[in-house]
Every structure is written in structure tokens, then in C-alpha cells.
């Protein structure tokens, strides 16, 4: 029994290497293990550790298709995963410029009320009332600018731990499939 596994085992060994080198005539073992393989199957595979082989080596092949689907749908999933990472982080860069330009147009203006303020004189209690309304609602849009600016920076580095989190995944994958 054990001389028949041990054959087997160097029958996949044998073709394994011949499938890594170019193609050739058959090597002398590979031509005796194939004629005994040949004269077992005519005996009538009465031989039950023949049957156990093919068992055993359909059982091997149900296993690597399994692996197979379940590596191609965790590859499918990942590539989701990645593309929708992707596209939120386009869409979060967009923010965070339309934020930045926003924020921009702002200090602007107020720059625009600073400048103001120095140049009027006249009427000066009711210019400072307003004034200081103005500022007061730039300042509290500049905060609120600032704060959107944190989460936007939260939500990046999000992205940039989904991007780690991806890879280490691919790598993973990677690895299984080998």
C-alpha cells in the first residue's frame, strides 16, 4: 500500500517539474509509471488504494475549486471595496477644495470688513454695530468651515486606513492563491 502512495506522490512530483520545463519526450520513470498505471486500470482496479487514489485526488480538485470561488469572490469583493474607497476619497477631495476655496473667499471678505473698518470714520457707532455683526457671522462660519475642515481630514485618513486595509487584503489574497 505505502509503495503505491509513494509512487503517486512522485508521480505529481514528476509532473509538476515537467510542466515547469519546456515540453520534451516523456522521461523513462514518467513512461514506467504511466504503463503501470495503465496495467492496474486493465487489471479492473480491483485494487482499493487505486480507487482511494482517484477518490482521494477528486476530493483534492471539489477542494481547489472550492478555494478557487472563494478566492475569486473575496478578490471581487476587495476590488469593490477598493473602487468604492476610491470614489469617496475623489468625492471627499472635491469637498475639501470647494471647502478650502470657500474658506479662501472668506478670510477675503474679511480682510474686505478690516479694510473697511480702517477707511470709514464716519457714523462710526452704527458701522461698528455692523461690523461686528459681520465679523461675528465670519467667524462663526469660519469655525464652522474649520470644523468641516477636521472631519474632512478625519474622513481622509479613513480613506488612507480603508486604502492599508485594502491592500493588506490583496496581500492576503495574493498569498492564499499561491
Not at 131 to 140: D, P
Not at 158 to 173: F, H, M, S, T
Request: aromatic letters at 2%.
Amino acid at each position: 500500500m505505502s509503495s503505491l502512495y509513494t509512487r503517486s506522490k512522485e508521480f505529481t512530483r514528476n509532473r509538476k517539474s515537467q510542466s515547469d520545463s519546456p515540453p520534451a519526450s516523456p522521461s523513462p520513470t514518467a513512461k514506467t509509471l504511466r504503463h503501470e498505471r495503465l496495467s492496474r486500470l486493465e487489471s479492473g482496479g480491483s485494487n482499493p488504494t487505486t480507487s482511494d487514489s482517484y477518490g482521494d485526488r477528486a476530493s483534492a480538485r471539489a477542494r481547489r475549486e472550492a478555494r478557487e470561488a472563494r478566492l475569486a469572490t473575496l478578490t471581487s469583493r476587495v476590488k469593490k471595496l477598493y473602487e468604492s474607497a476610491l470614489t469617496e476619497n475623489q468625492k471627499l477631495k472635491t469637498k475639501l477644495q470647494e471647502a478650502q476655496l470657500e474658506l479662501a473667499d472668506i478670510k477675503s471678505k474679511l480682510e474686505k470688513v478690516a479694510q473697511q473698518k480702517q477707511e470709514k470714520t464716519s457714523d462710526r457707532s452704527s458701522v461698528l454695530e455692523m461690523e461686528k455683526r459681520e465679523r461675528r457671522a465670519l467667524e462663526r462660519k469660519m469655525s464652522e468651515m474649520e470644523e468641516e475642515m477636521k472631519v474632512l481630514t478625519e474622513l481622509k485618513s479613513d480613506n488612507q486606513r480603508l486604502k492599508d486595509e485594502n491592500g493588506a487584503l490583496i496581500r492576503v489574497i495574493s498569498k492564499l492563491s499561491k
